[in-house]
């Protein structure tokens, strides 16, 4: 058996996980509050295995800075979309849609890196696009969503998450070229995802405080940010010791997990549609056919 399709099962749930977490985080708390924990359990986790599996690395100030980039755009701002939207419009909708990331990344590659599109990328993408058209049309009734109801436009935030998520691969890719190891471009993505959304709430003067925070709802924010990271480990590994074939596949399966776990243990918080889920399997379909295609 492959050791890659276990690494690969381990980081679609603990995406999944971190999607439900998130909502059941934001029910009293912010987004931002949610965001800023999970940025802290990534680098205080991240930081410390980079350290030690590449002590002696000599690294590339571009490559450096290429992560730093990736960080910033995918780390800070994607999932600032992204979480946003699961409080807005729930988990059952926001993942599906941020599942569209692979449409994106195979524009911008193409616009950024000039690679070609093949039959079964087009595909792929034309399903992506197929899938969010029915999530889209479905959310338009806002009593849908979710038991409070919510305006179908929240549906951009984990399109443009989505978007956010599709230009980290192109800035990675760079920052891999340039021979920065695995783990240290993770923790550089971490550390200047952290540090840029810190500065950003300090500007507007939402930075969260310990003893703003409360301890009820910690315990999910740090749930979360374990739930992120374990994803993230389980993903790379997966990718280093197996194939992109082999993984991201299994891994794009994740929304799927998403809509059954919402359907078993949000049953009073969203209201899953059969449009949702085939709209789901639409868009899983469309991203490993893009991955298969790569």
């Known amino acids: 058996m492959d050791i890659g399709i276990g ?20 029910l009293r708390g912010r987004s931002s509050d949610v965001l800023f924990v999970v940025l802290v359990v990534n680098t205080v ?6 350290a030690f599996s590449s002590f002696d690395s000599q690294l590339s100030v571009s490559g450096m800075a290429a992560f730093a980039v990736a960080g ?16 807005t419009v729930g988990a059952s909708r926001a ?30 993408v034309l399903t992506i696009i197929g899938g969010i058209a029915v999530i889209t049309w479905d959310g338009s009734a806002a009593s849908r969503a979710t ?33 920065v190891p695995l783990f ?28 703003r925070l409360r301890a009820a709802d910690l315990r999910w924010y740090v749930f979360a ?12 590994v997966g990718l280093s010791v197996s194939t992109v074939g082999v993984v991201v596949p299994i891994m794009q399966t994740s929304p799927l997990i998403v809509v059954l776990l919402s359907v078993i243990f949000l049953r009073k918080l969203e209201r ?23």
């Open 147 to 179: 038991p409070e109801g919510v305006p179908w436009t929240g549906l951009a935030l984990p399109f443009a998450a989505a978007f956010c998520f599709g230009l980290e691969p192109i800035f990675a890719s760079i920052g891999f070229r340039e021979g």
């Open 184 to 211: 240290v471009g993770l923790a550089i993505q971490a550390i200047a995802g952290l540090l840029a959304y810190a500065v950003y709430l300090t500007w507007i003067g939402s930075l969260p405080t310990v003893g």
């Open 72 to 87: 910033v755009l995918g780390t800070a701002v994607g999932r600032a979309f992204l979480f946003e939207g699961i409080k």
């Open 45 to 50: 986790l991240l930081a410390p295995i980079a």
């Open 95 to 124: 993942e599906p849609i941020k599942a569209s990331t692979p449409l994106h990344a195979t524009v911008l590659s193409v616009l950024v890196l000039g690679e070609s599109v093949t039959g079964l990328q087009f595909a792929g």
């Open 272 to 294: 899953v549609t059969p449009t949702v889920i085939a709209a789901a399997g639409i868009i899983v379909t469309g991203g490993v056919l893009v991955a298969l295609a790569g």
């Open 225 to 236: 940010g374990l739930s992120s990271t374990t994803f993230i480990f389980a993903y790379y």
């Open 7 to 26: 690494f690969a099962i381990v980081a679609a749930l603990g995406l999944a996980v971190q999607a439900l977490t998130v909502r059941v985080a934001t």
